[in-house]
């Protein structure tokens, strides 16, 4: 297992369309978390999972994100009724429940909204 | 509310130039402080982690230290493949998210 994986790398669509992400975290790890990133900025929290519940969700989150995890394995961020807004880059990171807490993070999927 | 900051926002430092990186922070109860380097178009690469004051971490060129309030990043005789944005966050006893401040952008001429 080399790493975390998130396809696709890059998605163009038209406002209005909808959107789905997915992310494969690293094989041993049962935290799963979705960031967002625009450009010159530091990734925002967007959703947090313990193996397949969904724990924490930001307060900024639009009701037209959705994730889910099923079985606690890979996981798929839906953005539906897309905005220009939305054009960022999403990055999937995960980490194991022990007792060091680091995250690795995907290569992201860069959404472009037109 | 965790907050992160970092300066300077850009730093340009010729080849060898010896310089530090800074991260203040304010969280309520602190889990571990992260250091991340990003290049362009790539997610978030780990360095180090930190979890309480006088805690230091080297990896080759870089050496990470940490107080109550903030943390440096200090980048000896830098080499140009050490040109990136340099991102520090916060994890706190609140959440199980981390906390972004907005990068250094790292630029190392030759």
Known sequence: DTGVSQNPRHK?????QNVTFRCDPISEHNRLYWYRQTLGQGPEFLTYFQNEAQLEKSRLLSDRFSAERPKGSFSTLEIQRTEQGDSAMYLCASSSSGEYYEQYFGPGTRLTVT | ED????????LRLQEGESSSLNCSYTVSGLRGLFWYRQDPGKGPEFLFTLYSAGEEKEKERLKATLTKKESFLHITAPKPEDS????????SYAGNMLTFGGGTRLMVKP
């Open chain 1, 12 to 16: 163009i669509t038209k406002r209005g």
């Open chain 2, 3 to 10: 907050q992160v900051t970092q300066s300077p926002e850009a």
């Open chain 2, 84 to 91: 990136a944005t340099y991102l520090c966050a916060v994890l």
